[in-house]
């Protein structure tokens, strides 16, 4: 477990590697969690990162952002049902942010589920969900009208078309995003939660962007991309020069998140969907403060104190 205190570059104060242990009274208290479901992006390339996914909670609400690959089997590992999730934020309609958007819909139904699945995102999200349904429409058919009869309610779908703006506000727990630049794919956005005086800034996929400096400044915890590989590397992976060098393009590089990091001055900056050690080293020449990089099922507790726990390592295949 790592904490950190609340000044900006914050003094650490303890590094112990816990698993499955229950956290400090005052963590439990936390207004924020944060579990890093997934911390990788793009096709897989083992079992210790798979897509992109962030589940938070804060009181009572329980929100999923993006829906990345194996994102329900982390929610399990996590303790979470996934009938227990109602709410699911897109950046924006990547298949590796949305692949297991049908396994949540179909699967958190049939786990008990019995209010309609709400989702947000860019333009589009509305009639993906709709032409959703109709794909398994033999499946819920058959397991609401004819056998099991699972809550007609459960299966139903609230699809939101955002804007940047306020999205979702219930409980103390304010959602807004705004919009961020992935090149050609827009709109992509990016979204910022509050709650109990806390907050958390998420970047989704994201080149240099100045507009989510503005709406992430200030918060507790920033987490951010950064180029997930290099030219070289995605070309082995199967991709043309070009087509290398335009993922890379769309991407922000561990130099330019420095400048992100010492303007939004978090109390602690994560990498999710890329990172590397050489991507902290560079990061560092123009950001002093405090920067992790997430696996999957990372914790962070934000609270008085930010609390980072992870679990245990994973043998890779």
């Known amino acids: 477990m790592k904490i950190y205190l609340r000044p900006f570059a914050a003094l650490l104060i303890s590094t112990l590697s816990i698993a499955g242990q229950t956290p400090s009274v005052a963590a439990a208290a936390a207004p924020l969690k944060i579990v890093i479901l997934g911390a990788g992006g793009g096709p897989p390339v083992n079992n210790q990162k798979y897509g ?8 009572q609400e329980k929100l999923m952002f993006d829906c990345g690959r194996a994102a329900s089997m982390r929610l399990a590992e996590a303790g979470v049902g996934q009938n227990e999730i109602d709410k699911i934020f897109l950046t924006h309609l990547h298949s590796d942010h949305i692949i297991s958007l049908p396994d949540m819909l179909l699967t958190g139904w049939t786990s008990g589920r ?10 589009g999200t509305k009639e993906m969900m709709s032409n959703m349904l109709k794909t398994f429409d033999f499946d819920i058919h058959t397991r609401r009208d ?47 939660v509050d709650a109990g005086g806390h907050s958390v800034a ?17 918060v507790d915890v920033l987490i951010h991309e950064v180029a997930p ?10 991709q043309t020069r070009e087509q290398a060098e335009s993922i890379v393009a769309h991407h922000t590089s561990a130099a330019e998140t420095g400048v992100v990091f010492s303007r939004v001055r978090p109390r602690l900056a994560i990498y999710a969907h890329g990172g590397r050690p050489a991507d902290v080293a560079e990061a560092h020449k123009s950001y002093p403060g405090q920067l992790e990089i997430a696996d999957d099922l990372m914790t962070i507790l934000v609270g008085d104190k930010v609390e980072v726990q992870r679990r245990p390592a994973q043998k890779s295949n």
């Not at 590989?229 to 199967?238: I, N, Q, S």
């Open 114 to 123: 019995k209010t309609p699945l709400q989702v947000w995102g860019p333009a």
């Open 202 to 218: 998420m970047s989704g996929d994201t080149r240099f962007s100045e507009n989510l400096i503005s709406h992430a400044g200030g």
């Open 52 to 59: 992109p996914a962030i589940l938070i909670e804060a009181g």
């Open 229 to 238: 590989a290099t030219v070289a590397e995605f070309m082995g992976r199967g």
């Open 146 to 192: 004819v056998d099991e009869k699972f809550s007609a309610e459960g299966i139903r779908v609230a699809a939101t078309d955002i804007g940047e703006g306020v999205v979702y506000e219930h409980n103390g727990v304010k959602v807004s995003a705004f919009l961020v630049d992935h090149g050609p794919v827009k709109p992509v956005f990016g979204y910022r």
